[in-house]
């Protein structure tokens, strides 16, 4: 089982603001990265560190956290942003790292 | 350009071991942690292992631990992945990815796209 936690499926209206949280003790050591995969694609860093950006991500992305959550917000939701969504850190209480279940994001 | 391409994938049997590679170019290879990570058919994201830029550190997700191996060849730009006692959960996708740690952060910021492993009879 994972061991960072996500909504299965979250949904949002064209153009609204939409939060994709991630749940996890690892969470409280290292900050939460975020990442994009569209259907047959590999996985886009989307997110990573406190609230950082890579070159080329639009700026509607932001991530935040909170003790054990980490959050990922995409303010005005464009179609293209229908995606899988995955939260990963490093476990170093184990040496590991760990990915949350992902969350389908549907733009309506 | 920038980029990881995987090779190797095929179908094997239960028991079975395979390598897969991946050839890293457009940047300083040596200097980058890297990783495999899969992706079973209609699942999510599972790491798999990573290894340190000399190649002296590696770790393993409990799934494959003593049976996997990962290692590296700076000189060639190479990352792989020796797989023994291959199972039928093994199944997926594997792919390499580029990975930075600097303490609170950590993230993957460059993925290839990957190469698939079967392991059925």
């Known amino acids: 089982s994972s061991e960072l936690t996500q909504d299965p499926a979250v949904s949002v209206a064209l153009g609204q603001t939409v939060r994709i949280t991630c749940q996890g003790d690892?969470?409280?050591?290292?900050?939460s990265s975020w990442y994009q995969q569209r259907p047959g694609q590999a996985p886009i860093l989307v997110i990573y560190?406190?609230?950082n950006r890579p070159s080329g991500i639009p700026d509607r992305f932001s991530g935040s956290s909170s003790g054990n959550t980490a959050s990922l917000t995409i303010t005005g939701a464009q179609a293209e942003d229908e995606a899988d969504y995955y939260c990963?850190?490093?476990?170093?209480?184990?040496?590991?790292?760990?990915f949350g279940g992902g969350t389908k994001l549907t733009v309506l | 350009e920038v980029q990881l391409v995987e090779s190797g994938g095929t179908l094997v049997q239960p028991g079975g071991t395979l390598r897969i590679s991946c050839a890293a170019s457009?940047?300083?290879?040596?200097?980058?942690?890297m990783n495999w990570v899969r992706q079973a058919p209609g699942k999510g994201l599972e790491w798999v292992s990573y290894i340190s830029q000399g190649g002296a550190t590696t770790s393993y997700a409990d799934s494959v631990k003593g049976r996997f191996t990962i290692s590296r060849d700076n000189a060639k730009n190479s990352l792989y992945l020796q797989m023994n006692s291959l199972r039928a959960e093994d199944t997926a996708v594997y792919s390499c990815?580029?990975?930075?740690?600097?303490?609170?952060?950590?993230?993957?910021?460059?993925w290839g796209r990957g190469t698939l492993v079967t392991v059925s009879s």
């Open positions: 560190g406190k609230n």
């Open positions: 457009g940047f300083s290879f040596t200097t980058y942690e």
């Open positions: 690892s969470l409280t050591t290292y900050y």
């Open positions: 990963n850190c490093r476990d170093s209480s184990r040496d590991h790292v760990v």
């Open positions: 990815a580029r990975s930075s740690s600097s303490w609170p952060n950590w993230y993957f910021d460059l």
